[in-house]
Structures are given as C-alpha cells and as structure tokens.
DNA sequence: TAATATTAATGTCCCTAAGACACAAAATAA
DNA sequence: TTATTTTGTGTCTTAGGGACATTAATATTA
C-alpha cells in the first residue's frame, strides 16, 4: 500500500488517440492512412491521429473525431474505442500509449473530401503487408480488422459504410467484403426484419432485373446485437 | 493538417490505469474495492489502480497488475481491457484518462491474501447502490459487469473464478450468479465437451449425491469463443 | 438390508435461427 | 415474345441450445 507517490515524481507516459478509418469502395475493405510530417517515422504512412487537447476534447471520443477532421477532413458515422496499445519499444522515444478507436465511414461521403487533403490516403487492407507503416499500426489495423470482422458477425454496423438509403444486396456485399466470405441472402433479409431497427421506403433500379427495396435506419435506434454469429 | 504541434505546449492528461477485479464469493458477484488514502475522493471506496511507472512497467497490462499487486497483494488468473473512460468531470482536477482493466479470480485464491490487507475489502455487486464511491467507479464497475455477463455467455471465462479443479456444478453456479438466471446443465456439459479446452481427472464427492467428474483446463490453450450465446 | 433422498450424468425431443436452394416476381434486353 | 438478370419468398435441412425425463452413483435413514 504504498500510495505516497508524487505524481510529478514519475515521467507520466505520453498518451496519443489514433484512429482505424475503414471504408468499402472498389469492392475492397480500405483503411485511411497519412503520411507523417514530423519525426518519429516522418514520411512513413501511419493512422490519422494525435494527443488529446484538453481544452477542445471533452472526452477521446471527440480527439479522435477532432483528428479525424483535421488530418483527413472526414466526419465517420460510426465510432468506437477499439484499446490501448502500449510498450516500450512501439515508440523509438520510450514508453508509449496510443488509444485506439475504429470508425466506419460510407464511400460516397469520402470521395469529395478525401482529393483536398493531400496526404491522406486510402489502402487496400491487403496492401498493407508491402508498406511501410509507422509504429505498430500495421498491427493495431489487423487487430481493429479482425474486431470489426466479429462485429459484423453479430451486429449490423456494416450499413454504416454504405448511403442512408441502401438495397439488401448493398448490405450483403458490404458485410461480405468485410468478412471475406459469402453470406445468404436470406438470412440477412430476416436479420433486417427481425432486427426492426429498418424501415423500408420507395424502391429504385440497379443493374437489369428487378427493382430493389430500399431500406434505412430508424431515427434513434441502436444497432442491435444477435444471439448467434454467421456462417463462421 | 496542422501537425505542427508542440507536444510540451499541452497539458498531457493523467493517465491512471484502474481494475475491476471480481470474483464470486457467498454466492454472490464481488467487486474488491480499496479505501482511497490521497485527496480525490480520500476515505472513499474506489478501484484499485494508479499511475504507469515506465521504470517498472513495459505495458499497461503490467502497471494494472503490478497496482493490484501493491494494493490488495491478489494476482488475478484473467486479465483483459475493458476500455478507457475520460472526460473534463469524472475528476475534479480536471480532465482525466482511466485506462480500465477487468479480471477474474478464483474465491479460494483470495481469502488468505487479503487478510494481509487493510483498506481494501469484496463488495457485493448490488450492495454498491448505497456506497459513496469515487469518481466515476461505480459506473465503470457496472460497465465491465455487462462485459463480463456478455462474455459469460459465449466464453468459459467464468472458470477463472474456481480452482484448477472444478466440477460441472461449480461451473453452473458460477456461470449463473455472473449472468443472474440460470442455465441449463447439459448445455454447459456439450460446451465443456465441444470446446475441447478441458480434460476429465479423478472424481470426488460434494454434498451427498454421486461423486462429481473434476475437470481443468488444458495446458496451454486459448478460451474459445462459441457460436451462440446461452438463453439470453 | 432395503428404501429413500440427493446430486451427477445421459438420452431425447423440441425450438429457434441460420444454411441451402428451388421458385416465383419484376424488371431489362434481344 | 422470349431469354436474362436481379429481387424476393417458400421451405426443407442443420446445428446447437432448452426442457425435462431417466438412469447412475453415492449417502442417509428406516
């Protein structure tokens, strides 16, 4: 029980909020990197980022969306804390501490954005084992991967990468992507019924055949959870 | 991208890194709470936790136990991240991170050590309502409950609150005070078989009845996820 | 010793939700 | 009109948990 310590006795390790931005376009699951302008793997591509400014962040929810927007100018629509990571050797500098957050984001809210930052880039998550990437973010990327992959097993955050307005064969696809195998229509049709967070609307075309169905979330619902996983 | 920063023009906020240690005792899901000593919430009952020593410790995971190490003398069996809980209130200094860890450990593991210690005492689950707890920790207790009761319902985690050997009996009961409804035993039994991660030893007797199959985990394997949560 | 009580383990049927896949519906293209 | 393509539905199968009766093994008691 020795609680006499001084708190400015000790080096209070340096806390950076860093954030796994993922996105489906070109039928691929994408990660948004930046090149780094300062030392510490200056030039390497690393995760948008910083430290908590505790006059602008309420919380570190909100430094990761304040980075977000900085560094890449993209507002996500979903947001959650994935871990800390924590070592001595993750930084050259010493002992470090990164919480990390994973966020999704629709393709077509990126496109417009994404050209008038320069430095920021989106990676195919295969892509990744030939870059060179800052830090242990190649690592914290695959941890945040196989998160959101277990995630989309169970839950529909997966419509978060895709418009308001979506079809069931968006959202397959999508989850699909995500999963890296195919699912049953099927199933997904009676999760969206059952899940009763959706509600249908107007229908519109795609590719020759019949009309699809519309659908979108209901206003202040909470993406539900399901007792058992997919196919896996 | 105005990364041109001066790290030191910051307040770096205090980061603690706190544990919820629990384990089941009189039937009952209990919380080990210390008697704060320090000026925050002094003589109140918070979690056990304080500042990373970057000497001594080579990731957050071993500033938490190194900190129930110190502060209750347990060494919990199962120690996972929960999350990190921040924002300008939960410390009247100021804002403030908490890096929070949950973790699990067996009854019979505990009695004889924390005689040792002074201030730092079980508290049942649902007796917390009407205690005076520090900052946000009672929030952050109930928090990683609902993890806890989550992961008891698709993991065998629960079996770090028993001995190395353990009966079907004692893994139900425990099983069932976490996720406060009860379950059936031959569900429990097909997960101990399918798993795969337990083996079968000698028998022995319990209260009056055919002798009970002791069971422990296999020697070096990972606590499997199931596919399907129990009667949720 | 035999009957009863108690706890452990198993056998079996039911139920739910996902998988598989055929088939019908609605649109486009030839 | 017919073929093609995509959407949506009907339905049977499958996997695994829920429910619960039955059997097994031990202790207690008449």
Redesign the interface.
Known sequence: ???S?D?NA??????TVDSVLFTVKDHALKVLLVKR??DPFAGRWGLPG?????DL????DLTALRKLK??TNLAPRYLE?L??F???NRDPR??S?T?VYYALIAAQDVSSHIDT???AQWFDIADLDNLAVAFDHKFIVEQARTRLQQKALYSMVPVYCLPEYFTVSQLKTVIEIIIGKSIQRKSLIRRIDSSKIFQKSAEKEKLGGRLSQLYCLKADVEIVNF???LS?
Chains 1, 2 share one sequence.
């Open positions: 029980m020795t609680d310590y708190i000790f080096k209070n390790p340096l806390l302008a300062k910083g430290f908590v400014d505790v962040d309420n919380n570190t900085e560094k804390q871990q800390a924590s070592s001595h010493g002992f501490v919480l930052v320069e430095n007792e058992r996983n896996s």
